[in-house]
């Protein structure tokens, strides 16, 4: 092999990554109005760039579960335009807003949103369910990914018989149930003790790669800061921006 043959890939692999999924452009969103009115953002611009981990951090309160509402079409900013895989998010009506969110983006709370009813195979199978999708095929994308977290031997349990990371898995696996471009976590790590929270993160770092979805994750775990390609700061609803981790 020549050293010619080992560069050649590099290029091409930096263009699919530098392309953003997500513009965030002089966003600004307040509570309330008239003398009781908050500020949660106040000119908020920043891009997610496809196939990386972008870590949002901050001090509580400073917007960071603001922010991720509005760029999960789960509020309207106040004033300022977001786009999300090159369509302004001002420019869908709810119908519009519904299928995005059911079929592009997944969602990871800090407080996992499992149905304790439900198993953990029809847990990951509810996304696919609101899509219509057969029975079967849902059944077995289910098993796939509880496989692909590591849960593939506690797929008929229901959450009030798995542990909080086997739960947080669960919540990964059905915000990749019907393939998302992006997924959009909250404080993924926040109910976790630490080394179940390492192991999530990890799973969250694993999945950028192994199914090409880009993550967009709040946190003040400063080891999930560490596994980001790219980490943004909010202070009282502005941002910091920072150099990525050498
Ligand atoms: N529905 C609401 N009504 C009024 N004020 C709100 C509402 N939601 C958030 N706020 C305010 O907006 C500001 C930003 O809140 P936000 O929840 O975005 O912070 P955060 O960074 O996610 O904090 P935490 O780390 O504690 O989750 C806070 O001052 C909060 O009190
Ligand atoms: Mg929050």
Known sequence: MTDHQETAT????????????????????????????????????????????????????????????????????????????????????????????????????????????????????????????????????????????????HAEQRPGELSGGQQQRVAVARALANDPDLIIADEPTGQLDSETGRSIMELLRAVVRSESVTILVATHDPNLIELADRVVELRDGRLVERPPAP
């Open 10 to 153: 590099v290029p091409a692999a930096r263009e699919a990554g530098g392309t953003p999924i997500v513009v965030v452009d002089d966003v600004h969103h307040s509570f309330g109005s008239g003398a009781q009115a908050v500020h949660a953002l106040r000119g908020v611009s920043f891009e997610v760039r496809r196939g990386e981990l972008t870590a949002l951090k901050g001090r509580s309160g400073s917007g960071k579960t603001t922010l991720l509402n509005l760029v999960g079409g789960l509020d309207t900013p106040t004033s300022g335009r977001i786009s999300v895989d090159g369509t302004d998010l001002a420019t869908l009506g709810e119908p519009d807003l519904l299928a995005l969110r059911r079929d592009r983006i997944g969602f990871v709370f800090q407080s996992f949103g499992l149905i304790p009813v439900l198993t953990a195979a029809e847990n990951v199978g509810v996304p696919m369910r609101l899509r219509r999708m057969p029975a079967k095929e849902r059944e077995e994308r289910a098993r796939t990914l509880l496989a692909l977290v590591g849960l593939a031997d």
